[in-house]
T-cell receptor, first 111, second 112 residues
Framework: SQQGEEDPQALSIQEGENATMNCSYK?????LQWYRQNSGRGLVHLILIRSNEREKHSGRLRVTLDTSKKSSSLLITASRAADTASYFC???????????FGSGTKLNVKP | AAGVIQSPRHLIKEKRETATLKCYPIPRHDTVYWYQQGPGQDPQFLISFYEKMQSDKGSIPDRFSAQQFSDYHSELNMSSLELGDSALYFC???????????FGAGTRLSVL
């Protein structure tokens, strides 16, 4: 399946540290997106990187995409306790822009 | 800006009862997706609609059905509820570009 797989499944860091989450997928994509979910809430779109892009920044977020390795990483710099959430990657593929969500990384940032 | 609206926010049902969840997409969005997220689980895609027609189907049980209406809102109908149906149900919508899914706050269904 196209399903993105994320690692680590869980990550616990101290406030101020950087957090890196990885996502791997299996087939070609149109774009890859990262979403955040606070406990019991809906997913919120964070950032989109197109298949012809290699790196993208948004505030404290940095996303890289390596289409040859079919992988992406999300880096959150200078983490804050408020960054505590689950983070999901989603690949978008095909002419109909079909979405596939990965299994998520649960990030805990300790104050 | 208007977001995706889901109702109700919370729903408590007994086993074997039925439930109807509603989703109102962002104005001018034509595609609606439904997801189920069990406790501690990842969101699982159930079904999607584009222009009132089913566009994709995921792991939706036969006891569930859904449709999209002429005003683009969607309803997820769940019958013969089981304890395992207790979950958060999310709806998301996309516009014509289908680039980004915008999620509602979800409906928390508890089956007792």
């Amino acid at each position: 399946s196209q399903q993105g797989e994320e690692d680590p499944q869980a990550l616990s860091i101290q406030e101020g540290e950087n957090a890196t989450m990885n996502c791997s997928y299996k087939t070609s994509i149109n774009n890859l997106q990262w979403y955040r979910q606070n406990s019991g809430r809906g997913l919120v779109h964070l950032i989109l990187i197109r298949s012809n892009e290699r790196e993208k920044h948004s505030g404290r977020l940095r996303v890289t995409l390596d289409t040859s390795k079919k992988s992406s990483s999300l880096l959150i710099t200078a983490s804050r306790a408020a960054d505590t959430a689950s983070y999901f990657c989603a690949t978008v593929s095909g002419p109909l822009n079909k979405f596939y969500f990965g299994s998520g990384t649960k990030l805990n940032v300790k104050p | 800006a208007a977001g995706v609206i889901q109702s109700p926010r919370h729903l408590i049902k007994e086993k074997r009862e039925t439930a109807t969840l509603k989703c109102y997409p962002i104005p001018r969005h034509d595609t609606v997706y439904w997801y189920q997220q069990g406790p501690g689980q990842d969101p699982q895609f159930l079904i999607s609609f584009y222009e009132k027609m089913q566009s994709d189907k995921g792991s939706i049980p036969d006891r569930f059905s859904a449709q999209q209406f002429s005003d683009y809102h969607s309803e997820l109908n769940m019958s013969s509820l089981e304890l395992g149906d207790s979950a958060l149900y999310f709806c998301a919508s996309t516009g014509s570009a289908k680039n980004i899914q915008y999620f509602g706050a979800g409906t928390r269904l508890s089956v007792l």
